[in-house]
Antibody
Framework: EVQLVESGGGLVKPGGSLRLSCAAS????????MSWVRQAPGKGPEWVGR??????????EYAAPVKDRFTISRDDSRNTLYLQMNSLKTEDTAVYYC?????????WGQGTLVTVSS | DIQMTQSPSSLSASVGDRVTITCRAS??????LAWFQQKPGKAPKSLIY???SLQRGVPSKFSGSGSGTEFTLTISSLQPEDFATYYC?????????FGPGTKVDIK
């Protein structure tokens, strides 16, 4: 059974940085494409970005609101996905989920809450 | 960006009812459409991918159909555990986009 466990969320001031991690198990992580999806309070999900596997050059795509501020990376030796978030804005407040990206998203982790507030 | 809309935005239904939710894309998305179920405080759960393919372990009371720009999710006989919010999502073009959701609650 695939399990994804996010960590690293918390309270950060506007302009600050945070790094989220997603520990994966139950799958061959090195060949898995992964995505981050966020969900602001009371809103629907919003795709943040995707990273492909090494065979696909670890190509990364981002949604426009986070491009140039967020960086997705992976460490296949640790079966871990990362989301480095810089220059955080209040509108980045959300629960952040990692998900296995098979074109469709399944399964999802339990999420980690990021709150950007002064 | 491809805009996804859903109708209705909410509905009230009784146990045993047949429920249909419609999702429309602002342009053609081939068969690259998924449906998710989300309960309060929980992560979205994938129900259907590629318009009509059921995820493993999802009961057959859920079904999906459609093509091009118009798609539907049908729950054949609503049960208490099905009261939740349902989202459609396209994965044909970047950025991948979700619909605004349809909340299904108890009449």
């Amino acid at each position: 059974e695939v399990q994804l466990v996010e960590s690293g969320g918390g309270l950060v001031k506007p302009g600050g940085s945070l790094r989220l991690s997603c520990a994966a198990s139950g799958l061959t992580f090195s060949t898995a494409w992964m995505s981050w999806v966020r969900q602001a309070p009371g809103k629907g999900p919003e795709w943040v970005g995707r990273i492909k596997d090494k065979n696909q050059g670890e190509t990364v795509e981002y949604a426009a609101p986070v491009k140039d501020r967020f960086t997705i990376s992976r460490d296949d030796s640790r079966n871990t996905l990362y989301l480095q978030m810089n220059s955080l804005k209040t509108e980045d407040t959300a629960v952040y989920y990692c998900t296995t990206d098979r074109l469709w998203f399944d399964p999802w982790g339990q999420g980690t809450l990021v709150t950007v507030s002064s | 960006d491809i805009q996804m809309t859903q109708s209705p935005s909410s509905l009230s239904a009784s146990v045993g009812d047949r429920v249909t939710i419609t999702c429309r894309a602002s342009q053609g998305i081939s068969n690259h459409l998924a449906w998710f179920q989300q309960k309060p405080g929980k992560a979205p759960k994938s129900l259907i991918y590629d318009v009509s393919s059921l995820q493993r372990g999802v009961p057959s009371k859920f079904s999906g159909s459609g093509s091009g720009t118009e798609f539907t999710l049908t729950i054949s006989s609503l049960q208490p555990e099905d009261f939740a919010t349902y989202y459609c999502q396209q994965y044909n073009n970047y950025p991948f986009t979700f619909g605004p959701g349809t909340k299904v609650d108890i009449k």
